[in-house]
Every structure is written in C-alpha cells, then in structure tokens.
C-alpha cells in the first residue's frame, strides 16, 4: 500500500468514475485501475461496485475516512519536511552558561522564535560542566561553554563562535570600595570583606584567588545568591559584565576601578561536537542570530572560529557597543 494508491482511491470517490479520476490526476484510465486493483488485494476485498459510477462498498465505506486521514498526515509531513529543508520547521537544542543566558542567549532566542514561530525550542542553562555533559549524551546540539576547555579534545568540540566578555569588579553604590573611585588590591583585601569568590572560568582565576587569600573572610557562592549579596551591600565581587550589565545601567551595582590589576576577562565559546553532522538550517539560523547579538555587544573576540563561516558584520545602521 503507497500514498499514490490512497491517493487514486480517493480521487475515484471524489469523481465518482475512474475515467473522470484518471483526468483529474493526469493518468490514463489503465493506471488508475491498476492502482486500485493492488489496494484492494491490500485491504482483502473490493472497495467499489463497478457500473456507470462506482459506488462504495461496505469495506470502502470503512476504508475510505481512514486513508483520507493518511493522506492528510502524510501531506503535513512533506510539508513539514520542506519547511524544515528552509529552517522554518524543526527543532533546536541549546544549552549556555548561566551567566550568558540573559544576556547573549535570551536576546538571540527572542530575534530568532519571532523569525521561526512554528521551530521547536529546548534551551538549557546550567555550569559549563553541565553543559558539555549534555553535549556528549547527545540532548543538546550546540552549546556556550567556557574556553578553551579541557574536555574539548575528547568531547571532539568544535568552537563556531568565539566570544570575550569583561571582568568587573562591583559593589552597592554605598559600600566603602564604591565611593572610592579606584583602589588597590591593599585596599579590597582590607575593605572588601566579605569577599564573593565566584568560578567564571573552569578553575578560580588565579588573580582572584590571590586576592580571596589576602581579603580573608570570603563567600564561594553559587553567581545568582553572590550577585543578590552585592545588590545588598553585603559583599564585593568580580562578575562578567554581561551578567550584571542592566544592575550597572539602572545603579543598583558600581563598577569599581583598580589600579595595580590586569584586566581580566572571560573567553567562551559556542561549540557542536564534530562528528554530529551539519547543522539544520533552523539550528543555523539560531547561530546566526546569537553572531549577531554578540556582535552587537562587543562580544566577539576573533570572529568565527569557523574559517568558512561568514565574518561578523554590523548590521546597517548599527555599530557595536562599547565595552566600558
């Protein structure tokens, strides 16, 4: 049993001759006859009553609302089919750091589900452990994680985006560090207490750690509970820009100069595992949307890490924020 068995059989009802089906569908009578002679031998019995106009029998009675239903399902799915070949269709798995979720992630999404309404989407968020493991089960398709990462070899990791964010070091507008303008690693060991010490990276920033020894008191707390310890003024710490950008925009956190520090930052990456195969055109159109808000945030530090991959252009009319 075929679809262009089901399909002649319908035809045949609609017209009620197999002559007048065969017109409709471009067929000579013959063919048309053939097909319906294979279904019945399928189905174990005659579907019609031949005479002027062939009419069903009891078995094509039943028949008949069930290969509509077949037909229907498996039009939607060729449907179905051509959208996705054009990314309209589909589904997309992603997972991203915590820390980027809201700020690269979130807009990205937002840009691409208003282009792609009818694209299924599954985001996870999580550490950058977390989501490498859900690279390697196979649950996500693409993920922003920590770079360069240990697991990279093994994982067979493939970095398509390469992104670099600011390190910053912040407090309540009232806290001693705040109203200072710069200040020395002396004066955070001595005033900054306690001091957040959160993992942005795979491991704790060596600066960072340096400083968590001379500040003494420290918190190691998970980034959303040391950003609310901030907000409260109870605590200082370096946080990725992007994570606290809005906190800064609307003064609820100050950004607070040090003198004797390099600057530190943050690189990431959106990764696929090699041998997973080419990405679906919906799932390349989410790329393309995340390029695009990184770029737009400053955030792309080489371009793609693709070599075939198009260069990160400004969209007309746009020009990249700066990093303050």
Same mark, same amino acid.
């Given at each position: 049993?075929?679809?262009?068995?089901?399909?002649?059989?319908?035809?045949?009802? +609609?017209?009620?001759? #197999?002559? +007048?089906?065969?017109?409709?569908?471009?067929?000579?009578?013959?063919? /048309?006859?053939?097909?319906?002679?294979?279904?019945?031998? !399928?189905?174990?019995?005659?579907?019609?009553?031949?005479? *002027?106009?062939?009419?069903? $029998?009891?078995?094509?009675?039943?028949?008949?609302? #069930?290969?509509?239903?077949?037909? !229907?399902?498996?039009?939607?799915?060729?449907?179905?089919?051509?959208?996705?070949?054009?990314?309209?269709?589909?589904?997309?798995?992603?997972?991203?750091?915590?820390?980027?979720?809201?700020? &690269?992630?979130?807009?990205?999404?937002? @840009? #691409?589900?208003?282009?792609?309404?009818? /694209?299924?989407?599954?985001? *996870?968020?999580?550490?950058?452990?977390?989501?490498?493991?859900?690279?390697?089960?196979?649950?996500?398709?693409?993920?922003?994680?920590?770079? %360069?990462? $240990? !697991?990279? $070899?093994? @994982?067979?990791?493939?970095?398509?985006?390469?992104?670099?964010?600011?390190?910053?070091?912040? @407090?309540?507008?009232?806290?001693?560090?705040? /109203?200072?303008?710069?200040?020395?690693?002396?004066?955070?060991?001595?005033?900054?207490?306690? #001091?957040?010490?959160?993992?942005?990276?795979?491991?704790?920033?060596?600066?960072?750690?340096?400083?968590?020894?001379?500040?003494?008191?420290?918190?190691?707390? %998970?980034?959303?509970?040391?950003?609310?310890?901030? &907000?409260?003024?109870?605590?200082?710490?370096?946080?990725?820009?992007?994570?606290?950008?809005?906190? &800064?925009? +609307?003064?609820?956190?100050? !950004?607070?100069?040090?003198?004797?520090?390099?600057?530190?930052?943050?690189?990431?990456?959106?990764?696929?595992?090699?041998?997973?195969?080419?990405?679906?055109?919906?799932?390349?159109?989410?790329?393309?949307?995340?390029?695009?808000?990184?770029?737009?945030?400053?955030?792309?530090?080489?371009?793609?890490?693709?070599?075939?991959?198009?260069?990160?252009?400004?969209?007309?009319?746009?020009?990249?924020?700066? *990093? +303050?």
């Amino acid at each position: 049993m075929d679809r262009a068995q089901l399909a002649a059989f319908d035809q045949v009802v +609609r017209e009620g001759t #197999f002559t +007048r089906a065969a017109i409709a569908m471009g067929l000579g009578q013959p063919a /048309v006859s053939a097909r319906m002679k294979a279904l019945e031998n !399928e189905v174990g019995g005659a579907l019609f009553t031949r005479g *002027r106009r062939v009419v069903l $029998t009891a078995l094509g009675e039943s028949f008949l609302p #069930f290969a509509r239903r077949a037909l !229907e399902v498996l039009g939607e799915g060729v449907e179905a089919a051509r959208r996705a070949q054009v990314g309209q269709r589909g589904r997309v798995r992603l997972g991203s750091l915590a820390s980027l979720a809201g700020g &690269l992630v979130g807009p990205a999404l937002a @840009a #691409f589900v208003r282009a792609h309404p009818e /694209v299924d989407c599954a985001i *996870r968020a999580g550490d950058h452990e977390r989501i490498v493991a859900l690279l390697l089960d196979g649950v996500l398709e693409l993920g922003v994680v920590t770079w %360069p990462c $240990t !697991e990279a $070899t093994a @994982a067979d990791l493939q970095a398509i985006l390469l992104f670099r964010e600011p390190v910053a070091l912040v @407090a309540s507008p009232e806290h001693p560090l705040s /109203v200072r303008g710069a200040v020395s690693e002396e004066e955070i060991a001595r005033l900054g207490r306690p #001091f957040l010490r959160l993992r942005w990276w795979q491991h704790h920033h060596p600066v960072l750690l340096r400083l968590a020894e001379r500040a003494g008191a420290l918190v190691d707390v %998970p980034m959303e509970a040391a950003r609310r310890l901030a &907000l409260e003024g109870a605590g200082v710490g370096f946080f990725t820009r992007i994570y606290i950008a809005e906190d &800064l925009e +609307r003064g609820a956190l100050s !950004e607070i100069a040090v003198r004797d520090l390099p600057r530190i930052h943050r690189d990431s990456a959106l990764v696929r595992r090699r041998r997973s195969g080419p990405l679906s055109p919906a799932a390349a159109d989410l790329v393309e949307a995340i390029r695009r808000q990184a770029w737009s945030l400053g955030l792309l530090s080489r371009g793609p890490a693709d070599p075939s991959a198009p260069a990160p252009r400004p969209r007309r009319g746009a020009s990249p924020r700066r *990093r +303050r």
